[in-house]
């Protein structure tokens, strides 16, 4: 079976000549399915039907489901439909499935010509505001987080709504140093560009996002790519990974960084991280930085390319920061994906004349090309770690830490290879498919490279092969399980051509990436929605329910399957490592601070509306920087770095200097108490740490 985990979003790599077409003006009469859109939609259902993992009937039910999901696509903060216009979108509500099963998706094309009008209008009163004066003192508050606020019952309550969303625009640019001039500016040219973007949807974009409002009702990873799509990903294959190396997808009207592309410009940068959103891109060191605010994802992707060698300057609303927060400018240089970044990397950790290797594993790579042409040496992470471990055995060290901290997966045959040099040989993983059919790939290596004490460090951005490993060790009990829970992905999607179903046509149709199958670990549970849970947890590290797998509408749930037979290979005093590790941690400077911007974090996260008083907004936003200036000051002098310097903000170079200091002492927290519980095993029981 060839399982293949594929990633839903743009990768920012080469330059595209699909991105550099210009789009024209559609008309509203064109707006119409083709005869290509109906070929698509009834291929797409019966695949789906036959060949999905999931069976969901599609029925009037299920019919109800898309068209919520269909007008959440278009106006996910119910600022353009009022409670009217969807009474109105009911009367499809029964009757989506069978445009699915017939192919006649023109519902789809009716509700779009709708908002392409309701966008229209909205935006030509928004930009009437910016004309007149605007009080910044009126005790009132704008409730942006509106998905599940009820719609506005009219347009004159939706007059209000865009009156206090254009009134915390202003704010949160004012905020950001802006002059009431480009306040004014920025705003117009940001209203007039998103009509203008929305009057550029062609009749192919409208089906795509019919479409996956079909395929995102089944579960996530499932999702139907238009031609223009396909090809884009296509590209995106083919190229030799110049670019930034980053992943985006778009949320809440923000361009976010789903991942930095371990080897790419971004993750080396140091400066982006998971979660930032883009608010603005300029082109080289004195290009317009040009907002991107409510930008579609392609239009973002067509900015942000560029060939090998050339600038690209992003303003940054980092994750944590709240809305109307301070923004950075990261300056990148577009470069090729450096692979020997992504290879793995060791280190020895000397604590209390203990010596602990540490491997950093950020991908499970393999270089199926240099493979393909028979290369007797071609790269791969077992072969890496092979020889590191090697080199740390000569070097005596007394245990081994593989930190999988942010390693979103990879090859799966590589997280299966690198589980055998830990175990003699064995079954590592089980993949059940949608006929029901289960398959167990095993380590059938006998060779055993390191036998002693071991541990496996993982967050909730360890995903898919990543959790593979972790839960093949945790399952064998060969080593300890530490940090956070894991990401919760544990489905395999491969990517069919709908073209291949009708030979000879000429019009491509698209193509569907189809959930086929999911992983269950060897103990019958799946790594899928629960992940791996650490068999000792970090504390206050945000495991809710909105993070992972978890966080996602219609997952597909956790299983549990006839577990393989294998045989555990120790017995670990969990309780007592527990004890020791929370004794330890109760006043460690570093999980302090952890715990004060978790905390930080989390308040800023459950925010659902903001004061639309500007001196308020202000003194808030100082007040959070001064907290977090001061808990960030506390944990540097724990860590014997100096104070941050007064000046930082107006330093970009400094700040960037400092803020990779802090990062590289931020990741030590996790792993140095890492290594602590491994000498606690080492040091207290050093019977469980030999293989039986």
């Known amino acids: 079976m060839q399982k293949i985990i594929l990633i839903v979003s743009f990768f920012l790599f080469g330059l595209s000549p699909v991105f550099a077409k210009k789009n024209p003006i559609i008309e509203p009469t064109t707006l119409k399915p083709s005869k290509q859109h109906r070929q698509a939609a009834l291929i797409t259902a019966n695949v789906i039907n036959r060949y999905h993992y999931v069976k969901k009937d599609l029925d009037d039910e299920f019919s109800k489901e898309i068209l919520n999901n269909y007008i959440e696509a278009l106006d996910s903060s119910k600022i353009f439909f009022t409670e009217k216009d969807i009474n109105n ?57 509106r998905k599940e606020v009820p719609w506005a019952k009219d347009e004159i309550e939706l007059d209000d709504i865009w009156r206090k969303k254009v009134k915390n625009d202003m704010i949160n640019l004012r905020l950001d140093d802006k002059t009431p001039e480009d306040v004014i500016t920025t705003l117009t040219k940001r209203y007039q560009q998103l009509k203008s973007r929305t009057k550029k949807i062609d009749r192919n974009k409208v089906f795509e996002y019919f479409m996956n409002a079909y395929t ?49 410009p971004a993750k080396m940068s140091g400066q982006l991280h998971s979660g930032d959103r883009i608010v603005g891109v300029g082109q080289d060191e004195k290009g317009e930085m040009v907002d991107i605010v409510g930008w579609i994802l392609d239009d973002v992707v067509a900015k942000i390319r560029g060939p090998k060698g050339t600038t690209v300057r992003l303003q ?34 000397t604590i209390e004349q203990h010596k602990i290797g540490i491997i950093d594993l950020a991908t499970f790579y393999r270089d199926f090309s240099g493979q393909a042409r028979g290369e007797k040496n071609f790269r791969s992470t077992t072969r890496d770690v092979r020889k590191l471990l090697k080199e740390l055995k000569q070097e005596k060290v007394e245990g081994i830490v593989i930190d999988l901290r942010n390693n979103g997966g990879g090859s799966l045959a590589e997280a299966i290879e ?24 095993e380590d059938t290596d006998p060779a055993l490279v390191y036998a002693g004490p071991m541990a496996v460090l993982i967050n909730r951005n360890s995903a898919s092969a990543s959790e593979i490993f972790a839960g093949a060790i945790k399952d064998y009990k060969r080593g300890l399980i530490i940090g956070e829970t894991t990401f919760g992905k544990g489905t395999v999607q491969t990517l069919i051509n709908l073209d291949r179903f009708v ?30 849970v650490p068999d000792i947890s970090y504390p206050d590290t945000g495991d809710r329910e909105d993070s992972g797998e978890r966080s996602f509408d219609n997952a597909i749930p956790f299983k549990h399957i006839q577990p393989a037979t294998y045989r555990i290979l120790n017995n670990q ?30 308040k800023i996260k459950d925010l659902k509306s903001v004061s639309l008083v500007e001196s308020i907004r202000q003194k808030e936003w100082h007040d959070r920087e001064q907290n977090a200036k001061k808990i960030r000051n506390d944990f540097r002098l724990s860590r014997g770095l100096a104070l941050l310097p007064d000046n930082i903000e107006d330093d970009d170079e400094l700040k960037e200097k400092e803020d990779e200091l802090d ?27 030999a293989l039986k």
């Open 503 to 532: 030979p000879g046509q000429h019009e491509k149709l698209g193509s569907l990436r189809l959930t086929m199958a999911q992983f269950f670990r060897i103990n019958g549970d799946s790594t899928q929605y629960r992940g791996v």
């Open 216 to 264: 995102t009702g089944i579960e996530p990873h499932t999702g139907f790519m238009s031609p223009r799509t396909t090809e884009n990903f296509d590209i995106n294959m083919r190229l030799s990974l110049e670019g930034i190396g980053a992943v985006l997808q778009e949320k809440d009207g923000y361009t976010v960084i789903k991942k930095p592309v371990p080897g790419g």
């Open 89 to 145: 979108f009911n009367q499809y509500e029964t009757i989506l499935d069978d445009a699915m099963i017939r192919g006649l998706p023109d519902p789809a094309f009716n509700i779009f010509r709708i908002f392409r009008q309701k966008v229209e209008s909205r935006i030509d009163y928004a930009v009437s505001i910016l004309k007149h004066p605007v009080s910044f003192s009126k005790p009132e508050e704008y409730e942006f987080r």
């Open 316 to 349: 940054i609303l980092p994750k944590k920061a709240s809305l109307g927060g301070k923004t950075k400018i990261v300056r990148l240089v577009r470069d090729k994906i450096k692979l020997e970044e992504q290879a793995a990397k060791s280190e020895i950790m």
């Open 418 to 441: 690198l589980t055998g040099l830990f175990i003699k040989k064995g079954p590592v993983v089980q993949v059940k498919n949608a006929q029901g059919s289960i398959e167990i790939d």
């Open 663 to 689: 990062a590289k002492a931020v990741k030590k927290i996790g792993l140095k108490e890492a290594a602590h519980i491994l000498i606690d095993v080492i040091h207290y029981y050093p019977v469980v740490t």
């Open 573 to 602: 005093p969990l309780k007592k490592l527990m004890a020791h590790h929370q004794a330890r941690i109760k006043t460690d400077k570093g999980f302090l601070y952890l715990k004060k911007i978790n905390a930080t974090f989390e």
